[in-house]
């Protein structure tokens, strides 16, 4: 599938766009971050949006602005047709939701596959009135209230028709792209996306939450059986160890690696301890520790909406097994299941020369240290 995004910026109402020919999720996360996470480039930006703070304030005719975006989009429809094919599809996205999340992208690609038409939004958290003359006439229910934002998605002949159909100079100005192509009855397929992807309208927008950062630590061990269990072979971060033929004491599967990211988890909401979930969940006769780490998202995320895992890093001691030739497995594994780049996962692994009885062969110790944003 040809993915094509078209950028505008509509924050600033300029008749400027780039086009990009993107293949996959990452590719789409490289570019994006490369605008606005780069140091450098969203300083530009910054600027921009302190010229343009004033221009907001004094500048009341938004549907001159409409005009001009419609007309910004219709500018790289037009380039479009004559580069792509009929079937490329198109992610129209504008600057002025700087906040989109990588995550989300990653689950559009996926539904882009099996959906023609898609919107980014979020349903409204507020109770919603319709007033007249000050006065309240109806109450809407907000489990229908959708709150449209960007990216929205169809494809290049789906686009085309509808700039043909429509004549913008005459007809009332379609205030995005969904309205836009319902000129020729297309239907839209919504996508529940972050809230935080929220569309920057009036100066006051600008100003963004600010964020909590903190750092926290958290360490589990294991002893070695003096029984060897086929069954219960070592595993770390996900990674059963075949070459290593040791069992951990532990009522559940012993990673130790899992184990050390739930308490850092824990700690840094000022939770209780890795035993009070694993406990309830191994009286189930559940030792799978993703079992436990799920559940610890659980419990955060209930607390705090907003909770971000910015980097994580790990600190293995211990003599046997052998770290080097599954180093790289275990890393993948603890990025997939926190749903980070692959550069935001470090690990480390030290014998500390038989200093400690972890390096005596008696066990393995690791230390995780998080960053994480509320």
């Known amino acids: 599938m040809n993915f094509t995004k078209v ?8 008749k400027i766009w780039q086009t990009y020919n993107i293949s996959n999720a990452r ?13 450098r480039l969203r300083w530009k930006e910054i600027r921009k949006i302190r ?16 005009k001009r975006k419609i007309f910004s989009l219709k500018n790289a429809i037009i380039f479009l047709e004559n580069s792509w094919e ?3 599809r198109i992610i129209v996205h504008n600057w002025a939701n700087p906040k989109l999340n990588i995550k989300d992208l990653e689950k559009w690609i996926v539904l882009a596959k099996e ?15 319709e007033i007249k003359e000050s006065k309240v006439i109806q109450n809407l229910n907000r489990d229908k209230i959708f709150c449209a934002q960007t990216p929205q998605i ?21 205030r995005d792209e969904v309205e836009l192509l319902s000129v020729i009855g297309e239907k839209f397929h919504i996508f ?29 061990s294991h002893r070695f059986d003096e029984v060897f269990q086929e069954e219960k072979r070592v595993i770390l971060g996900w990674v059963t160890v075949l070459e290593c033929e040791k069992s951990l004491l532990a009522n559940s599967d012993g990673d130790v690696i899992l184990h050390s990211l739930i308490n850092a988890l824990l700690a840094s909401i000022g939770w209780k301890t890795l035993a009070h979930i694993a406990d309830e969940i191994c009286k189930k006769w559940i030792t799978d520790s993703r079992e436990y780490l799920k559940e610890t998202l659980t419990i955060i995320l209930a607390k705090h909406p907003d909770f971000e895992i910015q980097n994580v890093s790990f600190s293995l001691e211990c003599k046997i097994p052998k770290i080097s030739p599954i180093h790289d497995e275990i890393q993948e594994n603890i990025a997939k299941l926190l749903c980070l780049n692959i550069e935001q996962v470090w690990l480390n692994y030290h014998t500390w020369e038989k200093l400690s009885d972890y390096g005596k062969w008696l066990g393995i110790k690791c230390l995780c240290s998080i960053l994480v944003t509320l």
């Open 7 to 14: 950028w505008f910026w509509q924050a600033f109402y300029r």
């Open 154 to 174: 169809s494809d290049l002949d789906t686009f085309v028709k509808a700039f043909k159909k429509i004549d913008i100079k005459n007809t009332p100005i379609p």
């Open 192 to 220: 529940e996306c972050s809230s935080e992807n929220k569309k920057i309208t009036f100066a006051h927008d600008f100003s963004e939450k600010k964020q909590i950062f903190r750092i926290w630590s958290g360490e589990d």
């Open 27 to 39: 590719n789409f996360s490289k570019i994006w971050k490369s605008g606005w996470n780069n140091p």
């Open 115 to 129: 959906k023609k038409n898609i919107l980014f939004g979020f349903f409204s958290k507020d109770s919603i009135k």
């Open 51 to 66: 010229y343009f703070k004033n221009l907001f304030s004094k500048n009341k005719d938004y549907y001159s602005l409409r």
């Open 86 to 88: 009929k079937n490329s």
